[in-house]
């Protein structure tokens, strides 16, 4: 018996599977040919490394795996254009319909109303989850919209319309399935 250390669990290990470094495998030897328990430690570990069930590494089929990929690829290069088309056939939100306009009941077209009293009011459109009404001046640009769920909206106070100037303005909708319709653009004055 020897008074040197006993060997490692990492020395033990690396004698078995032969990772153990030359040096250090040199030094174990030496050790081993003196320490009658490292050698039972090393033999006993030994007949329990070869004794244990090696199971089989299941490896995944690659080979099987490459026509696979070519299938999924051709899937995806046929149907992409497809979808392309279909994507490039329909905007995200359609045009108003032609033949679907909603039709406007008050300001009637052309009338003069009072500022204090004008009211925009409008037929339903079937389907509609809302609508929003437009007022612009005689150049056409915006002065106010407004949002409604119902078939009238009243103009705020807020919103100063000049007497006896020209305006136009319109009903949009929108329906559930993403489709829009819209009014013809309809001319009022404020009397003065």
Same mark, same amino acid.
């Given at each position: 018996?020897?008074?040197a250390?006993? *060997?490692s669990?990492? =020395?033990?290990?690396?004698m078995?599977?032969?990772?153990?470094p030359?040096h !250090?495998?040199?030094?174990?030897e030496?050790h081993l040919a003196?320490? =009658? =328990?490292?050698r039972?430690e090393?033999?006993?570990c030994?007949?329990?490394? #070869? @004794?244990s069930?090696?199971?089989p590494v &299941?490896r995944?089929?690659?080979?099987n *795996? *490459?026509?696979l990929a070519?299938?999924?690829l051709l899937v995806?290069?046929i149907?992409r254009? #497809?979808?392309?088309?279909?994507a490039?056939?329909?905007?995200e939100? /359609?045009?108003? +319909?032609?033949?679907a306009r909603? #039709?406007?009941? @008050?300001?009637?077209? =052309?009338?003069?109303v009072?500022?204090?009293s004008?009211?925009?009011?409008?037929?339903?459109?079937?389907g509609?989850?809302?609508y929003?009404?437009?007022?612009? !001046?005689a +150049?056409?640009a915006?002065?106010?919209t407004? !949002?409604?769920?119902?078939?009238t909206?009243?103009?705020p106070d807020?919103?100063p319309?000049? #007497? +006896?100037?020209?305006?136009?303005? &319109?009903v949009?909708?929108q &329906?559930? !399935?993403?489709?829009?319709a /819209? +009014?013809?653009e309809s001319?009022f004055?404020?009397?003065?």
């Amino acid at each position: 018996m020897t008074d040197a250390p006993h *060997l490692s669990v990492e =020395d033990i290990a690396g004698m078995i599977d032969g990772t153990l470094p030359e040096h !250090d495998r040199e030094r174990a030897e030496r050790h081993l040919a003196e320490c =009658d =328990d490292c050698r039972e430690e090393l033999a006993t570990c030994t007949r329990v490394v #070869a @004794s244990s069930v090696t199971v089989p590494v &299941r490896r995944f089929p690659w080979r099987n *795996l *490459l026509p696979l990929a070519a299938g999924i690829l051709l899937v995806v290069w046929i149907r992409r254009p #497809a979808e392309r088309e279909r994507a490039n056939a329909a905007p995200e939100r /359609a045009a108003p +319909s032609t033949g679907a306009r909603i #039709a406007t009941v @008050s300001p009637a077209a =052309d009338a003069s109303v009072g500022a204090g009293s004008l009211r925009f009011a409008w037929h339903p459109m079937e389907g509609s989850i809302g609508y929003r009404v437009v007022v612009k !001046d005689a +150049s056409g640009a915006p002065v106010w919209t407004g !949002d409604a769920t119902d078939t009238t909206l009243a103009l705020p106070d807020s919103v100063p319309l000049r #007497a +006896s100037v020209p305006y136009v303005w &319109r009903v949009d909708g929108q &329906r559930a !399935d993403g489709t829009t319709a /819209a +009014s013809a653009e309809s001319g009022f004055r404020i009397t003065p």
